[in-house]
């Protein structure tokens, strides 16, 4: 009887742990002993509606919950911190703790090349292996930023308000929104198109009023400002991954405990994995929305637009240890 109460007991014991959450526990659980009290601002200048600024919001609402309110990190999305190259040099003073953003330093041009992806599993072995790592390593070396974690925002989509693009002889002598980027740009221009730089709270109004043809983002970005009000075509060219990168200050991140540090990327992690789930389970959805909307969805050409974009890397890869990457990025499995 006594071992049958004792059984009974263990399995509640199980039951509860496994209800409650077992890692998310033993992170709520901490006491924040010996962690200062650092009050931080964090920011993005997307719309506070994507998932990606949804992420940095999580991630502040946790971080103070599991350090027992010594981290209390103040999330401004929609730029209110002022455009991200500006965030991003605030990082590096210190006035400004962490910026979420695609990477704007050379050192990971690497990731932005076209069609270097095949899918979401390739992505998520890539960027949680030894090559990111080894980036993120000379990235702190150079700039003093240390790249804590990165999460899913998708693969990138491509819209235009006059033409049914199919293949890139359809884009010739387009203007063309790209980010100022100096790969984006290397890529349009190989489709055939005129790249034009426009800062993206512009691009709405740019594309209205015919400044530009046609633009491109992942499509949970794109849906967010309401693109198909303005544009007639969704093309799904899938030719570039885009991910979101947590850029944090190198000396806040040594001020850290190492208990502090251990939940502060165990925290991302997780966040950044409900983050990548709700992306992949919404595409389909926010696709539709489109199609509800009038625009007219194409699948292409993407062979005829690898083809026209297989040299790209040649120009942004200049050094040996870059190409030893590339290699190693396309041979992932």
């Keep these: 009887m006594e071992r049958q109460k004792m059984y009974c007991f263990l399995v509640g014991v199980l039951f509860l742990f496994v209800l409650i959450g077992g890692p998310s526990l033993s992170m709520a659980a901490y006491s924040g002993e010996g962690q200062q009290v650092l009050a931080l601002k964090s920011g993005n200048e997307g719309s506070s509606r994507d998932l990606t600024s949804q992420a940095g919001i999580k991630f502040a609402e946790r971080m103070k919950q ?158 967010n400002i309401n693109l198909w009000e303005v544009q007639k075509y969704l093309v799904l060219t899938g030719h570039s991954f885009i991910a979101n990168y947590a850029h944090l200050n190198g000396n806040i991140w040594q001020s850290l405990t190492p208990e502090t540090q251990k939940v502060w990327i165990e925290t991302w992690k997780e966040v950044a994995e409900e983050t990548k789930q709700e992306i992949l389970s919404k595409e389909k959805e926010q696709i539709s929305l489109w199609k509800s909307k009038g625009v007219t969805v194409i699948e292409p050409d993407v062979e005829a637009f690898r083809e026209a974009t297989k040299d790209v890397w040649k120009g942004v890869l200049g050094e040996p240890w870059e190409r030893e990457a590339y290699e190693k990025i396309k041979a992932t499995r």
């Design 66 to 223: 599991r350090t027992n309110g010594k981290i209390q990190i103040t999330h401004y999305p929609e730029g209110q911190l002022g455009k991200s190259q500006q965030m991003l040099e605030a990082v590096k003073m210190g006035s400004m703790a962490i910026l979420y953003n695609p990477p704007t330093s050379k050192t990971f041009y690497i990731f932005d090349l076209p069609f270097l992806f095949r899918d979401a599993n390739h992505v998520t072995k890539v960027m949680d292996g030894d090559i990111m790592k080894e980036f993120t390593k000379r990235e702190f070396e150079k700039t003093g930023i240390y790249i804590f974690g990165w999460s899913y925002m998708g693969f990138r989509y491509s819209t235009f308000g006059k033409v049914p693009v199919r293949t890139p002889a359809d884009m010739k002598g387009m203007k063309f929104r790209s980010p100022p980027h100096p790969v984006m740009i290397e890529m349009f221009k190989a489709m055939g198109a005129q790249p034009t730089p426009i800062p993206f709270g512009e691009l709405y109004l740019a594309l209205r009023q015919g400044v530009v043809d046609g633009a491109e983002g992942t499509i949970d970005i794109l849906t």
